[in-house]
């Protein structure tokens, strides 16, 4: 078996109880406006070009290699991608010495992942870390979170996840008996806005977390809302959301600013960003902060 | 998810300071004001010392040599200015009020002459010196030492193939940064006197002794009356000497009480000279004789010998716990008080600068370094946690006062209480760099491992940067060679030349690399120019050997010491029975070797993306026009991910020198254990290298330590770790201290929850049995605009090699060294 991930990211403290290493799955169901991560989309490896490590004209290994002539190298120190007519062969990212184009995903067995997190065991051990799956949603990967979760709990680390809830009950249950800690988007309550900024309605969401927490309700859950200008940047928002986490036990909820790091990535992989250069507000987010906190 | 910017302590108290705002002073008044009369200005040189030494050993020639140093002592005790600055409690100085630095013309007093002028004029860590005191150099200090200093007889004595590789034959005060030499400009390495002993018994106690054993002496033994007479005689006089000196100080105290107008401050003084009048000659009766002792003792053995910048404090929280508790049970000491005589004696050590005539010592610690480190925690002889009320009073003192002294050292073990570890999670949040910590998982064992009493070795204090001492057991104080590492990476690419030193044929020949057909031929060429820079490094220890004792001696650190007691013979002597001699080569550059090895192996040999050729003609060009093979080079394996492929090489590195060491250290009758602690000599050794084949351009630092080359770890804080642990070899005793820098964002240890994983982190180290490591915390744009303006950030203290130092008195070069290491950021 094998699953496809993008990123494996050691020595991650902001996430979940201790020092946790975070596997990032390919593969999302969800397509958020907002998305900081973006080449988690796909299910599949992708290729990103990020120009600035480019070495430009003096180089030119990625347009010699490339069999559908997508890659135009210019004069000006980079090269122009044609995304549309790109086969995804992934050639070029071979090829080029700069790491200036790179894929997003690989495939990777079970196995393969858990010892490269088990490396830092010594660090989870003396802090109730370990292993943390996020995404995409790694639940999309059903089978493949499983054997990982497995594995890891057999050779005695935490588990947690992220995830975006958007898969149907049945497919992922099985997922939550091997967690010790869940981070749950919650992201509007109004079904209509949630499907306008996301690609979907929140209607499986709700479903998913409700059964969850009567499944499995001693495991510690955060509910997480992102806010987002003009999507759920009211008080009325917030509220409504804290008010439905609160009827849970062993739940809390917290809210994360907004903010735009994943722009440069949407451009790695020929994508534009939506929602422009528009920062939340401070003082927006503290207030919404302090009633999510009520 | 951090999005919002965090920031230190140090860095909120440095924006307050540049709004204007006084606060931090409140409660510190007195300490500031000394602060402030020394804060931001260049060290002047004082040349009492050298003129007074330099006076005596003109009378005493042909005596024994401990004799003539305890003559020279009593000389200078008798003769040099006695100063007590307005304001202190502690009291003692070997130079003139403000930051000073002093002269030790035994050292390279044959070239002062040369060199004053590039001391007074080189770009980084000058000093001030006035046309008579100049004068006085040239004509009164330096003629003397003509055919007499230890430099001029260490170039004289090394063979010439040897020679070659420490200086550039054509200007031997050149250094060639391939084997460089640290003993011209330091008598000693790093020390740590048993301060306890003079806490405990006092000057007058040790002179008995030094007494009761001379009238013991057999009048017809030659050994009795040869040599241990005069170490005897000379063990009396040093004892006369600091007393002397101190109660010098009495004087001075009471003819200033006697002009005194303010009370309290005439009350002070007539504390101040009671105090000189009874320590160090008589043990200490409270917390402020015995801190006053130290400082005695301290300064006197600056006196004495240059110990490389470093005399450290020793294990301060153990042996002036006694009379802090003592004190506090009395009522007559109050935590404030302990911390405002804590800190008087902390701004006097701020004062002593190290000056290094030679360019070469200059080079090699940058910002005026020196370092005197308080130990604190640790276990005690008996193995229990030693921590105590002390050892916290320290870090809420380095925290409360932002100063870059003392440099604050941690021992920590598997039993350090969890409020020990918080309480310097704190510190090290605060983002200075302290404490500093130790491993006493690894290094007990380690100890051990050189056959020290298991007690003594439970007692280790840190010294220097990233050193341990066992006070009464280590008996050797003999510097050692700076190894450049990357400089056999050249040698094999380059059939026994570099890139610096061009045609001459500095290395062995190992062939064209050009017609290798396996990576083992590469590896074998490489360990052969390994090998053979090891050879010359023993070459140049054991002559450094030989020559030291005819030129050293150190009474004051004699007389301190069981065993020199014991068998009368000086510490600077080699082979003191009982004694454990625990010397070092520094190997630098180590992750950046490892890494130009793997990218060979990797591009040449694995992948075969590059040939031989064009990666020598790459580096031959500084990359220029050959930017796809520098990028190549860039993205191979690097050390410090964690990553096999080239943790591998690294340990085979250190395989290499470990099995030299421990094959060939028995025939110079020492332990020479290869360690990682370069101070600042990454920096010049990496100006004298070539481009190197893990993408490095020519002239640029080498990675410092153990640490990962500049920004190359970019897989975490524990793969830093880890690959250290992968690449160190447990099995060899010869292992020496590995120096690790991490750098921190601070939003990474942010509130509680980030303290708790920072502590967590420091556990996972010492399980892991790693010798040492340090941190930075601060934001990268701070240091960029310390950079940019100075002026606002002349406070700023940052962590640079085993030591805290202000930014802003470092050179461009390792300010931009310490803005390039890799920031573990959170994502």
Redesign the interface.
């Known amino acids: 078996m094998e699953g496809c991930v993008f990123n494996v990211q050691k020595y991650s403290v902001h996430d979940g109880p201790g020092i946790r290493t975070i596997v990032f799955f390919k593969g999302c169901p969800l397509r958020c406006k907002w998305c900081c991560n973006p080449e988690s989309q796909l299910t599949y490896p992708q290729i990103a070009y990020n120009a600035e490590k480019c070495i430009g004209h003096s180089c030119t290994l990625c347009a010699n290699v490339c069999p559908a002539k997508s890659i135009t190298v210019l004069t000006q120190g980079s090269a122009q991608l044609n995304y549309q007519t790109c086969l995804q062969c992934l050639s070029c990212a071979g090829v080029c010495p700069s790491k200036a184009i790179t894929v997003y995903g690989q495939y990777q067995t079970p196995a393969q992942l858990v010892n490269q997190v088990e490396e830092d065991a010594i660090f989870y051990a003396r802090s109730q870390g370990g292993l943390t799956l996020s995404g995409g949603e790694p639940t999309m990967q059903t089978e493949f979170a499983l054997a990982l979760l497995k594995e890891a709990k057999y050779r005695g680390m935490t588990t947690a996840m992220e995830t975006c809830g958007a898969i149907p009950w049945e497919q992922c249950q099985e997922i939550y008996s091997y967690l010790d800690f869940v981070y749950f988007d919650i992201k509007h309550l109004d079904s209509q806005k949630h499907q306008a900024w996301t690609g979907q309605s929140n209607d499986i969401i709700l479903d998913t977390f409700r059964k969850m927490r009567a499944a499995y309700p001693d495991t510690p859950c955060v509910v997480r809302t992102p806010i987002i200008p003009q999507f759920n940047d009211t008080e009325a928002d917030i509220m409504d959301i804290r008010n439905f986490v609160k009827s849970f036990a062993h739940t809390s909820y917290e809210v994360l600013r907004y903010h735009r790091y994943g722009t440069a990535k949407y451009g790695f992989i020929g994508r534009e960003y939506f929602l422009g250069t528009k920062d939340l507000d401070e003082d927006v987010f503290n207030h919404l902060k302090s009633i999510s906190l009520q | 998810?951090?999005?919002?910017k965090v920031y230190t302590p140090q860095e909120e108290y440095l924006k307050k300071l540049q709004a204007g705002n006084q606060d931090n002073r409140k409660g510190r008044e007195r300490i500031y004001r000394i602060i402030d009369r020394y804060n931001g200005t260049k060290p002047a040189i004082d040349i009492e010392r050298g003129l007074y030494f330099t006076q005596s050993m003109k009378q005493t020639e042909g005596e024994m040599l401990v004799l003539r140093w305890a003559k020279a002592l009593k000389h200078i005790a008798e003769n040099i200015t006695v100063y007590i600055d307005d304001d202190t409690l502690i009291v003692g100085r070997g130079g003139k009020l403000g930051r000073y630095g002093l002269v030790y013309p035994e050292l390279d007093g044959n070239i002062m002459d040369i060199t004053i002028k590039d001391v007074s004029e080189r770009k980084e860590s000058s000093f001030t010196i006035s046309e008579e005191d100049g004068r006085i150099i040239s004509e009164e200090i330096c003629p003397y030492w003509k055919d007499k200093s230890f430099w001029e007889d260490l170039v004289k004595a090394l063979p010439e193939e040897t020679l070659r590789l420490t200086y550039d034959p054509k200007n031997p005060v050149q250094s060639r940064h391939i084997l460089d030499e640290l003993t011209t400009y330091r008598s000693s390495i790093n020390w740590v006197p048993d301060y306890e002993k003079a806490l405990k018994r006092g000057f007058k106690s040790l002179k008995k002794e030094a007494q009761k054993k001379l009238d013991a002496l057999d009048p017809f033994n030659v050994n009795d009356t040869m040599e241990k007479k005069p170490f005897l005689e000379a063990m009396i006089l040093v004892c006369d000497a600091i007393v002397l000196w101190a109660r010098r100080h009495g004087d001075k105290a009471m003819e200033l009480a006697q002009l005194e107008q303010d009370p309290v401050r005439k009350q002070e003084l007539l504390d101040i000279a009671e105090r000189c009048y009874w320590v160090p000659e008589n043990p200490a009766r409270n917390f402020r004789e015995a801190v006053q002792s130290q400082w005695f003792v301290q300064m006197f053995s600056r006196l004495e010998q240059k110990t490389g910048a470093i005399v450290s404090n020793g294990r301060m929280d153990q042996y002036l716990y006694p009379y802090y508790q003592a004190d506090k049970a009395a009522g007559i000491l109050t935590d404030a008080q302990a911390m405002e005589i804590l800190e008087c004696l902390w701004v006097m050590m701020a004062q002593f600068t190290d000056l290094c005539f030679s360019p070469n010592g200059a080079s090699q610690q940058e910002g005026w370094a020196h370092w005197e480190a308080v130990t604190i925690g640790g276990q005690t002889r008996e193995g229990n946690d030693a921590t105590n009320e002390l050892s916290y009073l320290f870090l809420r003192s380095k925290r409360e006062l932002p100063l870059n002294y003392p440099d604050l050292a941690a021992r920590i073990h598997s039993r350090s209480p969890q409020r020990f570890l918080r309480e310097i999670a704190l510190t090290i949040k605060d983002g200075a760099g302290y404490p500093k910590l130790f491993n006493d998982e690894e290094i007990v064992l380690n100890l051990v491992g050189q056959g020290a009493p298991l007690a003594d070795a439970l007692d280790y204090s840190a010294s220097g940067c990233a050193e341990v001492r066992m006070p009464n057991r280590d008996t050797f104080t003999c510097g050692h060679p700076y190894l450049n590492l990357v400089s056999c990476v050249e040698m094999a690419l380059y059939d026994g030349q570099t890139f610096m030193t061009g045609e001459e044929q500095i290395g062995l020949k190992t062939g064209d690399p050009c017609q290798f057909a396996a990576w083992e031929e590469f590896w074998a060429a490489y360990e052969a120019q390994l090998t053979n820079l090891l050879k010359h490094a023993f070459v140049q220890e054991y002559n450094i050997m030989k020559l030291r004792p005819l030129h050293f001696a150190c009474p004051l650190n004699s007389v301190l010491h069981d065993l020199c007691m014991d068998s009368c013979i000086d510490l600077h002597q080699n082979n003191i029975p009982d004694g454990i001699d625990i010397g070092f080569i520094d190997v630098i550059g180590y992750a950046t070797a490892a890494d130009s090895l793997a990218a060979i192996k990797k591009l040449v040999f694995d992948d075969k993306t590059l040939t031989m050729a064009e990666v020598i003609d790459a580096l031959r060009n500084n990359f220029e026009?050959r930017?796809?093979?520098r990028?190549?080079m860039?993205?191979a394996p690097k050390f410090g991910n964690?990553d096999p492929y080239v943790d591998t090489i690294a340990q085979n590195i250190t395989r290499i020198y470990l099995e030299y060491a421990k094959k060939h250290s028995p025939e110079l009758g020492i332990h020479v254990d290869p360690r990682m602690v370069p101070v600042t000599g990454h920096v010049s050794l990496g100006k004298s290298t070539g481009a190197t084949p893990n993408g490095r351009i020519a002239g640029f630092p080498l990675s410092d330590g153990a640490s990962a080359s500049h920004g190359s770890d970019t897989?975490?804080?524990?793969?830093v770790l880890?690959s250290n642990v992968a690449s160190k070899l447990f099995d060899y005793r010869e292992r020496g201290s590995r120096l690790i820098n991490i750098k921190f964002t601070p939003s990474?240890i942010e509130r509680e929850?980030?303290l708790?994983?920072l502590i967590?982190?420091i556990?996972?180290w010492c399980?892991?049995k790693l010798w040492f490591i340090q941190f930075n915390v601060i934001n990268r744009e701070t240091l960029l605009a310390a950079k940019a303006e100075p002026e606002n950030y002349k406070n700023l203290i940052v962590r640079v090699a085993g030591y805290s130092a202000y930014f802003v008195e470092l050179s461009p070069d390792l300010q931009n060294d310490i803005i390039e290491r890799t920031q573990?950021a959170?994502?």
């Open positions: 998810m951090a999005c919002c026009d930017e796809i093979v990028q190549m860039l993205n964690n897989n975490g804080p524990t793969a880890l990474s929850e980030g708790q994983k967590a982190f556990r996972a399980d892991l573990q959170v994502i």
